[in-house]
């Protein structure tokens, strides 16, 4: 390896550390911002949903893209209300990979 390519670029550490602070200031700064506003049903019902949202937002176009990631969305989706969410995403990831070697 070159002794150039082991040299610290400024740039790119301003930008680890940049993104490090923005992270921890959201971190900090979201509890802290909100045990200090009293906010109304409307603003708690969409901060309770944001979670399912999230994750709706990340699984839905993967879920889409292929039969069988659709069909492994579906299994699981029926079987989440009734058994604890952790044998749900077991299920869904063992579904996955079953339903993507058979269709």
């Known amino acids: 390896m070159s002794p150039e390519a082991l ?3 400024w ?3 301003a930008v680890v550390l940049g993104g490090a602070l923005a992270t921890w200031l ?3 700064g979201g509890p802290w911002l909100i045990a200090r506003v ?3 049903p409307a ?5 309770e949903a944001t979670p399912g949202a999230v994750l709706v937002a990340l699984v839905a176009p993967a879920a889409l893209s292929r039969p069988s990631d659709a069909l492994a ?3 699981v989706c029926l079987i989440a209300r009734r058994v604890p969410m ?5 299920v869904g990831v063992v579904a996955v990979v079953l339903l993507r070697r058979l269709l």
């Open 38 to 40: 009293r906010l109304g």
């Open 86 to 90: 952790a044998v749900a995403v077991a």
């Open 11 to 13: 740039s790119v550490l």
């Open 73 to 75: 969305a579906a299994l």
């Open 43 to 47: 603003a708690n019902a969409a901060l």
């Open 26 to 28: 959201t971190r900090v």
């Open 7 to 9: 040299e610290l670029d």
